[in-house]
């Protein structure tokens, strides 16, 4: 018997993936360098997690962009 496969992690990518040197953060969804890179190796409740601060993190970081509609 085979295991199912995994379901492809959860992810807040928009494609936009441009690293700003001021902020540390990634202009398209707000994570940081490491947290990009560690992305597909964390557990499904820690990206979770990280994805529920994206919005006020790229908010604090860029006030009056507005927000990003995803």
Not at 47 to 70: H, K
């Amino acid at each position: 018997m085979t295991a199912p496969p995994s379901a492809k992690p959860s992810s807040p990518c928009t494609k936009v993936c441009v690293l700003d040197a001021r902020t540390g953060l990634c202009e398209g969804c707000g994570r940081t360098r490491d947290e990009i890179g560690l992305w597909g190796s964390l557990p499904e409740p820690r990206r979770q997690a990280i994805m529920a601060t994206l919005p006020e993190r790229l908010a604090r970081a860029y006030p009056g962009r507005g927000a990003l509609t995803r």
